[in-house]
């Protein structure tokens, strides 16, 4: 019925000022720890580093990218684990041990000849708030920082690593009506 949220959906009321900075979104950037994951690092006894991803999160990704949406990872740490979940996901923009994001963000603009007004950006921490002031769009995990999650303009209801940033994505594609063709393929 007309109106009604989608089965399986939590009814999320989107207003239109929050729909007016979405809708010009061609760019997704995201953080890694704390977003794509839960924020944990584990290291085993050489070293290596395990982090968790959540599968529909990287779907979710993937329906960006299936909508036309550049998706960008951007972190301050460096791990070939990004790395590898990125070329997974066919993530081709990846910048990692990014000590000052804003300058990657200003470099990302510059390169895609873009400004703030067409990107997305997903954080969890401090670091994020200055990133957060520069884009059209800003949105934070459930167990984001409470200084970013008062920065941001969408706090999602489920934590990072555990679903976050497919509620971001499908938001994305809704507002921008461009679910239904992404998810059309799955007979919805």
Not at 19 to 41: A, C, K, M, Q
Not at 146 to 155: I, M, P, Q, S, T
């Amino acid at each position: 019925m007309a109106g009604e949220p989608e089965r399986g959906m939590r009814e999320t009321v989107v207003s239109e000022g929050l729909r007016e900075r979405i809708r010009p979104v061609s760019h997704f950037v995201t953080d890694v720890d704390g977003v794509l994951t839960d924020g944990r690092i584990i290291m085993d006894d050489d070293g290596r580093e395990i982090k968790h991803f959540h599968v529909r999160d990287g779907h979710g990704l993937k329906l960006l990218q299936r909508a036309g949406i550049r998706v960008i990872l951007l972190t301050g740490r460096t791990s070939r684990v990004v790395s590898h979940r990125a070329r997974d996901l066919g993530i081709e923009e990846v910048y990692q041990g990014a000590k000052n994001k804003v300058s990657v963000l200003e470099e990302i603009m510059a390169r895609h000849g873009i400004d703030g007004s067409r990107i997305a950006y997903m954080g969890d921490d401090i670091v994020d708030a200055p990133v957060f002031r520069r884009v059209g769009f800003s949105a934070a995990v459930a167990d984001a920082s409470d200084h970013v999650r008062r920065l941001a303009d969408y706090v999602t209801a489920l934590s990072g690593g555990k679903g976050a940033v497919r509620e971001v994505c499908e938001l994305i594609l809704r507002v921008q009506d461009k679910w239904k063709d992404v998810a059309c393929r799955y007979e919805l």
